[in-house]
């Protein structure tokens, strides 16, 4: 008997019709809006361009060394001849001053970025949501200590964390990966906790509760979903930030080391102090990473009007 | 409101304490002492020396605490970089620099922002508004170092009309004030509208001109009055990006600013520069923070304490 009924209790009908279409309804606003469909373009080329840079997904099956797809050669395959070469046929953003072919270190660069950007949210999503959901549940001294935390971390700007801890741990791609992690999961922490806060006092928290419904069931089944939505935000518009992060330490030189090609990288290695001459050194990454940033920026924009029921009254 | 203040000041002081903890013990790990791979040869007995000159061969403990004891008497010590130098006066020698160039990218960056946003609201839904938008998507999503070398290589290198780096006089300022104010404008301008087009849509407005008072004075008298205050709030989020934009805006265009100590004092394990800089920012970041609360409040009545 009571196992039906809490399961009636925790997802009423009319609950789950709404929320169904309310993130149909997202869906179909997200696809209407023309800046959302274009970083959505952007996004999803950057991510076949990042996939297929290369074919590792069946060169362990072949017992070979991954050979270039959408890049010409290797990231670090360099060449004599063309050291510093302007675009051409060859070489279509040219070469970079080792001789490598900067195409083929854009599109690997691509692969760097991406993932870091999506991992690091990824991972500041398990550490923030779990912290935040604690803090605005329990509220009192779990509340306190997990605020206090978070008002350390935002007291100097992430950026300049995650350069700290870089420096502790010194340059490498899961440093940047586990730097970038540590220092952005502070917003969706706090971002968490509001939403809990606010949604716990809510009438349907209160039902669930007066029903008999578990902590889990109320925390995972009623204030989680409905919570989610912000949360969905903030993450997708972390990634661009993440994006800039990398490239911006990277470009301090404690990011990615050589010769793993990252944008901010072949930027402040070689791009500014060549500048004056070999233009394409640093228009090329630059170009990229800005490419990048707007892309998936367009698309957390979109996704939050798309997610905000309040846009829907407004127009 | 004195006691709001006191206790934000007392939580302020905690958090830096912790903070400086933290960048101390953060930075002494680092792989590497300052004399490391220094440039001359230095014997054991040498190193030793110059170690125990600048309190190094003491546990880190004893060292944070001397560091401390220094810090109340805004002593910061003396940089191992430049040794007839210390931290204070480094820091007053360069930081002018650094703040000379904020001060005038807030200024353009309002400057521009606030009008471009006033005129997007006013001009809602004309291609006024979709153009001023278009530029403050470009102007959110593309980081300054991206514009600093976009503007060096069209206005420095390709039309040859202004310096590509350098601070030697207001010619060399319109490039790094550009590259670094088209963030904060692209915010100010984001803000400023959504904040201008509520208030139009406001009660007051509409009694405002069903009594036929003239456009101007709706405009200037009930919209934006309302409109602006809300943009206290913005400049609060703005300082921390400036200041580590400075970072990079000086190192693009050579600007003899404190923003290039960051770089170069981590590679050169300069322990008190490092440690001075992180607890000058924030405490910067910090006060504007609570300057911006404060204000809101004496701006805004319906804003009221717990």
């Known amino acids: 008997m009571a196992t039906a009924e809490l399961d009636v209790a925790n997802r009423p009908v009319s609950q789950m019709l709404r929320r169904r279409s309310l993130y149909r309804d997202a869906v179909r606003r997200f696809f209407r809006n023309r800046l959302s469909i274009i970083g959505l373009t952007i996004v999803v080329a950057l991510l076949i361009v990042a996939i297929f840079a290369d074919d590792w997904f069946v060169a362990p099956l072949l017992g070979r060394a991954p050979q270039p797809l959408i890049a010409h050669y290797r990231y670090d395959e360099a060449f004599v001849g063309p050291t510093g070469a302007f675009p051409g046929e060859e070489f279509w953003m040219g070469a970079d001053l080792n001789g490598r072919d900067q195409w083929s270190r854009i599109v690997y660069g691509a692969r ?22 604690l803090a605005g549940w329990r509220g009192g001294k779990v509340d306190y200590v997990v605020m206090r935390i978070v008002d350390i971390m935002s007291a100097l700007p992430v950026l300049l964390l995650a350069f700290l801890i870089m420096l502790r741990m010194g340059a490498s791609y899961w440093n940047v990966l586990l730097a970038l992690s ?52 903030s993450v997708t518009l972390g990634i661009p930030r993440a994006i800039f992060a990398e490239a911006s330490l990277s470009f301090l030189g404690v990011g990615i080391n050589p010769p793993t090609p990252s944008w901010g990288q072949m930027i402040g290695r070689e791009g500014i102090a060549n500048m004056t001459y070999f233009w394409h050194l640093a228009l090329f990454p630059a170009i990229a990473i800005a490419l990048t940033m707007l892309g998936f920026t367009l698309v ?10 309040k846009m829907v009254e407004g127009k | 409101m004195v006691r709001y203040i006191l206790t934000r000041l007392l939580g302020l002081i905690f958090v830096l304490l912790v903070l400086s903890i933290i960048t101390f013990w953060l930075m002494h790990g680092v792989p590497g002492g300052p004399w490391a791979y220094g440039q001359q040869l230095m014997s054991d007995q040498q190193l030793a020396a110059l170690k125990a000159r600048y309190g190094l061969d003491k546990p880190i403990w004893e060292q944070y605490l001397i560091w401390l004891g220094g810090v109340v008497r805004l002593d910061f010590g003396m940089s191992f970089k430049h040794p007839d130098e210390s931290v204070t006066s480094l820091i007053g020698r360069t930081w002018p620099v650094t703040l000379h160039l904020g001060a005038m990218t807030l200024l353009v960056a309002f400057g521009v922002g606030i009008p471009l946003g006033i005129l997007s609201a006013v001009k809602q839904n004309t291609w006024v508004d979709y153009l001023a938008t278009l530029m403050s998507i470009f102007g959110f999503v593309t980081p300054h170092f991206v514009w600093g070398i976009l503007f060096i290589l069209t206005f420095a290198l390709y039309l040859k009309w202004l310096p590509t780096g350098g601070w030697d006089g207001p010619q060399y300022w319109v490039l790094p004030v550009l590259a670094y104010a088209f963030a904060p404008i692209a915010t100010i301008s984001r803000y400023t509208r959504a904040s201008v ?36 709030t913005v400049f609060g989020p703005l300082i921390p990006d400036l200041i580590t934009g400075s970072i990079f805006i000086e190192a693009i265009f050579r600007v003899p600013g404190l923003g290039s100590y ?45």
């Open chain 1, 300 to 309: 957390g924009d979109g996704l939050r009007d798309a997610l905000d029921p």
């Open chain 1, 182 to 233: 540590l220092t952005t999961w502070i917003e969706i922490c706090r971002l968490t906790r509001g939403q809990f806060l606010t949604l716990r006092e809510k009438e349907f928290v209160e039902a669930a509760r007066a029903v008999g419904s578990r902590t889990p069931r109320i925390v995972f089944g009623q204030i989680l979903p409905n919570a989610l939505a912000p949360i969905i935000v």
């Open chain 2, 262 to 306: 960051w770089v170069t004092s981590t590679f050169d394990r300069d322990y008190p520069m490092i440690i001075g800089l992180v607890m000058l920012w924030a405490v910067l970041i910090a006060i504007t923070y609570l300057i911006t609360d404060i204000l809101y409040v004496f701006l805004d009545p319906r804003v009221r304490f717990r």
């Open chain 1, 112 to 133: 760097v970025s991406l993932s870091i950007a999506i991992l690091s949210q990824f991972f500041a999503l398990l550490i923030g949501l779990p912290m935040g959901a």
């Open chain 2, 197 to 232: 087009v509520e208030a139009l849509r406001a009660d007051h407005v509409r009694t405002a001109r069903a009594k036929g008072l003239n456009e101007r004075a709706v405009m200037s008298r009930h919209v934006l009055r309302n409109a602006l205050i809300p943009m206290v």
